[in-house]
């Protein structure tokens, strides 16, 4: 229908009772007109609309959170991995669904969208295992005779869930349900361009058997949701993906913070390297180049922006690499053959353009540059390029797109030059490294502070609970998603010390005395 109808339709079924403002989805929300939620890979087509989240939305949210936690942390963490089953097998189950919105909303191509549900499911899943393993009983710790010690683990109250637009189904759930499983509700705010996708999640959760006011949805913009969940009272904790600049925002408003410390689990950004030897098998590397600069149109954080070549292989490299660039398909992600779909909206598209322009004018040269002409539908598409750069420091910003780097490097210079390099600019999530000499990329391991290491491979697509995944430095906290460590930060640790004797003998004089 249209949005004024819609507005309309929802401001009565709000009076009449039937809505509960503090959970806006796609159908349900605050005072606010609804917001159109546009295809990115074809602007006339709008795909839902979503009703934003009020100031008093979000406070109303954390409200409720905060009274709800504690029946939800003393329900225990059994229970709380039965209901992230149960939602794993929903997601599974409305696949088709959340697939649609993933191309949709997202721009996503297929093979994405559907590892995407694969992955949520995957995070639902190894949450659940990883819950019942390490939170559902007390760790007996060993003490002196006559006394007992125990060490467990409990919710710290309502975690804030802030994801990005990039993978707003898989890292929105993790997020969530990583949260939820280690017995803290949660009041979760997807991204602004992605807000349809994360509203069925939450749904399926709910439906899952998690309480409504233990899991609170508020779409909302990024600014006024941090203004008011970073200075609530409930907070226990903050989770968030997304750039490193606003990941510091948040810091900072934290430790401003009066009363209880509250920590901050982020996952930012990358400029990630991959280093090329010459003993590299140059076939296999054009092919894990063109799919961890590409997939995704490139923006994963994990996606290869800055491509080290020892400079006897270069030529024929970049030659191969280019050679792969034509062949791939660009348009229609809801087409199965398309490897490239648009980037995530109008502005991100000129953003990447005005990045072109910009080292365009300092002389940078593009090695390779897709053809758009085979883009059939008006969207947001920005052709994939390769650029080359004199020096890896030239590159300073974080730009999330397909646009590759090349740097020619001399073997004599990876310490001084290559490794150096990557170390200066602090960031340090993902690398790749390609060569046949073991010795080479166990140098290069030894030195990197990474916290994703690729040898001989593509650098992108880490695996639930068989690849961990984030970073050091600029690029994130820690502990890393997917990870056996991560539901250890949503917790606080309760130890228990008893004194089993003097308990006994004061339990008898009470008896006597009473
Ligand atoms: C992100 O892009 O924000 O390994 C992180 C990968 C994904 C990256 C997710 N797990 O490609």
Request: with cysteine.
């Amino acid at each position: 229908g249209n949005p004024q109808q819609l507005a309309e339709q929802i401001a009565s079924l709000q009076k009449s009772g039937d809505l509960p403002r503090a959970v806006p989805s796609t159908l349900a929300g605050g005072a606010q007109a609804p917001q159109e939620v546009r295809n990115p890979a074809n602007l006339a087509e709008v795909v839902g609309y979503v009703s934003v989240g009020t100031k008093e939305d979000i406070a109303l949210a954390f409200d409720k959170a905060g009274q709800a936690r504690k029946a939800w942390d003393d329900a225990g963490a059994t229970h709380r991995a039965v209901c992230l089953v149960a939602a794993a097998d929903k997601l599974r189950a409305h696949r088709a669904e959340l697939v649609r919105l993933l191309v949709k909303e997202a721009g996503k191509t297929l093979p994405d969208a559907i590892a995407e549900v694969r992955e949520a499911e995957d995070f639902c899943r190894y949450y659940a295992a990883e819950a019942r393993a390490h939170f559902a009983e007390p760790t007996a710790l060993p003490g002196p005779t006559g006394e007992e010690n125990k060490l467990s683990l409990r919710g710290r109250g309502v975690f804030a869930c802030i994801s990005p637009w990039n993978f707003p189904l898989a890292i929105f759930l993790g997020q969530v349900t990583a949260a939820l499983v280690a017995g803290n509700s949660v009041v979760a705010k997807p991204a602004e361009s992605t807000p349809l996708v994360a509203a069925l999640a939450v749904r399926l959760l709910h439906e899952a058997g998690v309480p409504h006011d233990v899991l609170h949805f508020v779409p909302s913009a990024g600014k006024l949701f941090g203004e008011v969940a970073l200075k609530h009272p409930a907070l226990g904790g903050v989770c968030f993906t997304g750039s490193t600049s606003t990941a510091q925002f948040i810091n900072r408003a934290l430790a401003a913070r009066d009363g209880a410390i509250v920590p901050l689990i982020a996952e930012t950004g990358g400029i990630n390297a991959m280093i090329v030897d010459s003993s590299a098998l140059l076939e296999q590397v054009a092919d894990d180049v063109l799919t961890s600069a590409f997939t995704s149109a490139g923006q994963r954080c994990s996606a290869l922006r800055l491509l080290f070549v020892q400079e006897e292989i270069a030529d024929r490299l970049i030659e191969l690499i280019a050679g792969g660039m034509n062949e791939l398909h660009i348009g229609d992600p809801s087409q199965p053959s398309t490897d490239v779909g648009p980037v995530i909206n109008k502005s991100a598209a000129s953003k990447l353009e005005d990045y072109s322009k910009k080292v365009a004018q300092r002389g940078v040269k593009v090695l390779k540059q897709c053809d758009l002409n085979q883009v059939r539908t008006e969207g947001s598409y920005f052709a994939p390029r390769m650029l080359e750069l004199n020096n890896a420091r030239e590159l300073t910003s974080e730009e999330f797109g397909p646009i590759l780097h090349v740097v020619r490097y001399k073997r004599e210079n990876l310490h001084s030059d290559v490794l150096a390099s990557i170390r200066e600019a602090g960031y340090g999530l993902t690398l790749g490294v390609h060569t046949r000499i073991e010795s080479v990329w166990q140098e290069i391991v030894a030195e990197a502070a990474v916290g994703n290491i690729y040898i001989n491979r593509n650098i992108i697509g880490a695996v639930v609970g068989v690849q961990p995944f984030g970073g050091e430095g600029l690029s994130g906290t820690g502990p890393k998603a997917g990870g056996p460590h991560y539901l250890f930060r949503f917790a606080t640790e309760r130890t228990l010390t008893v004194n089993t004797v003097a308990t006994g003998g004061n339990a008898k004089l009470l008896s006597i005395g009473s």
